[in-house]
């Protein structure tokens, strides 16, 4: 299962980055308004930035919600780093911009995913990844795990090999669900990566062998 970081705050990549396991990184725009990122040139150097920090797929979102806008941002983000993936919204342009890209060697996220017949169309136009909202489904009462379980068993059925990238992930107990769906990513904010290391008793134990060596070495 492949790890990325959902964030646009360079500080939060590079802690995710140092612990060693991270294979990459969503970004989307609210995300990016939030670390105060504006203005064309200032968002493609942010991508970059990213690129450079991790060794990974970088997920870059589209603004643009017609075909010819989407295809025109898409080729400019992909052409930014080839470690970018052009992240589209699961809408009838987006679809065939995904087409579009797919069959012109541009990789693709298809974002904003909350059925699995939205996550069939997405692996049909080629894209690399599809993005089911987890999070975002628990919070209007339904299971986002189950969609997650879902499409993981019909591309696998029909041998779709679009990746399951399991986003909107908001809390660690969501990686373990998502990992047990057979979801082949998931992406998550810090804290809930972090939490993966938290138990009482890591604690407690490395006290007491610490303490033990000290009785005895000094
Ligand atoms: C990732 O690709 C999504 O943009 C992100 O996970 C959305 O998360 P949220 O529902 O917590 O905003």
């Known amino acids: 299962m492949k790890f990325f970081i959902d964030t646009a705050n360079l500080n939060q990549i590079k802690e995710a980055n140092d612990l060693g396991v991270l294979d990459g990184v969503t970004t989307n725009p ?19 930035d990213i690129c450079n920090i991790v060794k990974g797929d970088v997920s870059a979102e ?5 075909f010819e806008g989407m295809v025109k941002e898409g ?9 970018i993936v052009v992240k589209v919204p699961c809408t009838k342009e987006g679809i065939k911009a995904i087409k579009f890209f797919s069959e012109n060697g541009i990789r693709t996220n298809c974002t904003l995913v909350f059925t699995a017949g939205q996550a069939l169309l997405a692996a049909k136009a080629g894209a690399t990844y599809v993005s089911p909202f987890v999070g975002r489904l628990d919070d209007v009462s339904t299971d986002g795990v189950a969609l997650i379980k879902q499409i993981v068993d019909i591309y696998n059925y029909y041998g779709y090999q679009t990746e399951v990238l399991a986003a909107s992930i908001r809390h660690t107990m969501h990686i373990i669900q998502c990992l047990e769906a057979g979801a082949d990513v998931a992406t998550c904010p810090l804290e809930a990566i972090l939490g993966l290391l938290k138990h009482p008793l890591t604690d407690i134990g490395l006290e007491k062998f610490l303490s033990d060596y000290k009785k005895v070495n000094g």
Do not use: P, R
């Open 30 to 48: 609210s995300l990016m308004a939030k670390e105060g990122i504006k203005g064309d040139s200032n968002i493609k150097q942010h991508y970059i």
């Open 62 to 66: 589209v603004i643009a919600t017609d």
């Open 75 to 83: 080729e400019e983000l992909a052409a930014l780093h080839e470690q």
